[in-house]
């Protein structure tokens, strides 16, 4: 991503503190000159990593100026020392950079329960402060990486007035996936000058429709955190929530959150496939979005789409057992186009849908022909290499 598709009025840098192990930068820094509203979102699992409990009460404010993230530890199940690691990273930052500490938000990535080596951060701390600028967001986005096997960047311009700005979003995910909210770290900055609450409502919307319908394996973190910054340097007229303006903003966040949702799907640990379940002629939205999600994370039906087995008596159990309302002998079932159940009995394409399946993309559809909501969630097949990276992660 070049530089053009940066939101005005940030800086990166990135470090080596060697947090896991030596021989990539596994520190960084995000930078905004001017300050910025924030808004922000974290896991709803009940043990909660250091960094988040810190950034959930200072995201009250909806005010901000820098994040510094790191991988390689989650800084999570760490006690009262783990809160005053995160504490002084963010004061390290804040002293640097000569801005209050309250506008410093801190995201940490990795191995649960081991303490921080703050000794390497805070040896580390000064060449990120001394290096502002000269990283890019690109940069950034592969120092917070830790299973994933590529960074994810999006990035979109859209006109808000006569203002032309700029939306970008970077993350990190690849196990440790499911909602609500999908595991990951997520920063989107944006040039934008938009309303505190216009921002949060927003940033809701989006994330339900992307993050809170994506599972990897089923898994849900301590360290879950998506921050969006808008720090108003596009000079266009604030957004307020209602306003047109509002409307084309959010569609543009959900189109950039739902992109990185499909890549961490697309990079689940040793994935093959991505794999798009779809629930259709559902009674509820949330009948709808619990079957997908039920099918999603069935180990049995990511092991048959990794083996290109059309078993789709496994859907058909899944669904069964989801407590979702249903008739068995209304249910349709496609892989990709191809049908392989109608009314709930086999159509005779068992073949044919095996040979579909040994595509890079499936979309398994359901039509359950009870009603009018639909919902669908991102997944991706499950492998011999996903049981090995997690046997061996903390190696």
Known sequence: MNEKNTPKGFLFSTAEAAI????????ALIYSQKEAVVAGMFTTNKVKAAPVKLDMKRIMSGEGRAIIVNSGNANACTGKQGLDDAKE?????????NIKSSLVYVASTGVIGTPMPMERIRNSIPSLIQDIGKASIDDVARAIMTTDTFPKIVSKKIKIGKSICTVSGICKGAGMICPNMATM?????SDISINKDALSRALKESVELSFNRLTIDGDMSTNDTVIVMANRIAGNKPV??????????????????DELARMIARDGEGATKFVEVSVKEATSVADAKKAALIVANSNLVKTAIFGNDANWGRIMAALGYSGIKMRENKVDIFFNKIQVVKDGIASGNDKEAGEELKKKDIKITIKLKLGKAS??????????DYVKINAEYRT
């Open 240 to 257: 307020l929530y209602g306003s047109d303006e509002y409307i084309k903003f959010s569609k543009t966040l959900i189109q950039i959150t």
């Open 185 to 189: 770290l997520c920063f989107v900055l």
């Open 89 to 97: 990273m963010a004061e390290l930052i804040a002293k640097g950079l």
């Open 375 to 384: 919902a669908n969630i991102y997944t991706c097949d499950l492998t011999e």
């Open 20 to 27: 896991k192990k030596p021989g990539r930068k596994d520190l």
